[in-house]
């Protein structure tokens, strides 16, 4: 079956510093990818997707590729903000087969960025 | 953008009672709707899919008599989590999915259940 396989937090970080939050994947067809984030009381929002293979997703300064080669879907930001504190998830879904649609997602990485 | 709400946030109650939680896209019409449950500190599992007037489809492992889904209109989904024990206690979130690309779903804030 398919699997996502994040970094385990949390993760504390100065403002500015450098992110990268490590996740890999196994499945079975050609899945899409996707970042999801849930800030403090509220739902998960879709932060950033990619399709297919070396695509690259990106929205709100965070970056993501998609590495066949490699299984990967590491997420990076350049300089965060203590704004970006939340938790993150790194997700797939199938486009076809019994999977169509459902979303398979990673244990979550909490992130912290102090002032 | 797409907004769904859940309802009740947080609920508490006895061992042995039934409770219900609603799922509501609120200014899109969900087709398909999805029920997640979330331990602390792990992933969402996703307990079970239901479209609009059918029967859900659950995930294997969950006990569909024990989690009854209604999915009775296009922006309405409940969960009914019967004869609850302490063991149920968790968050359970939900999303929706309108007439777009097969990946997009819009996620609820979550209820947190805690069953004495």
């Known amino acids: 079956g398919n699997s996502v396989t994040q970094m385990e937090g949390p993760v504390t970080l100065s403002e500015e510093a450098f992110l990268t939050i490590n996740c890999t994947y196994t499945?079975?067809?050609?899945?899409?990818l996707f970042w999801y984030v849930q800030y403090p009381g509220e739902g998960l929002q879709l932060l950033l997707k990619?399709?297919?293979?070396?695509d690259k997703g990106s929205n709100k300064g965070f970056e993501a590729t998609y590495r066949k080669e490699t299984t990967s879907f590491h997420l990076e930001k350049g300089s965060v903000q203590v704004s970006d504190s939340a938790v993150y998830f790194c997700?797939?879904?199938?486009?076809?087969?019994?999977?169509?649609?459902?979303?398979?997602f990673g244990q979550g990485t909490i992130l912290t960025v102090h002032p | 953008g797409a907004v769904v709400s859940q309802h009740p946030s947080r609920v508490i109650c006895k061992s042995g009672t039934s409770v219900k939680i609603e799922c509501r896209s609120l200014?899109?019409?969900?087709?398909?709707m999805f029920w997640y449950r979330q331990f602390p500190k792990q992933s969402l599992m996703l307990m079970a899919t239901?479209?609009?007037?059918?029967?859900?489809?659950?995930e294997q492992g969950v006990e569909k008599d024990k989690f009854l889904i209604n999915h009775a209109s296009l922006t309405l989904s409940t969960l009914t989590v019967t004869s609850a024990h302490p063991e149920d206690s968790s968050f359970y979130i939900c999303?929706?999915?309108?007439?777009?690309?097969?990946?997009?779903?819009?996620f609820g804030p979550g209820t947190r259940l805690t069953v004495t």
């Open positions: 997700a797939l879904s199938e486009s076809v087969g019994t999977s169509y649609g459902k979303l398979t």
């Open positions: 999303s929706a999915r309108g007439g777009g690309t097969f990946y997009e779903q819009y």
């Open positions: 990619a399709t297919k293979a070396d």
């Open positions: 499945a079975t067809g050609y899945p899409s």
């Open positions: 200014d899109f019409q969900a087709t398909t």
């Open positions: 239901s479209n609009e007037g059918s029967k859900a489809t659950y």
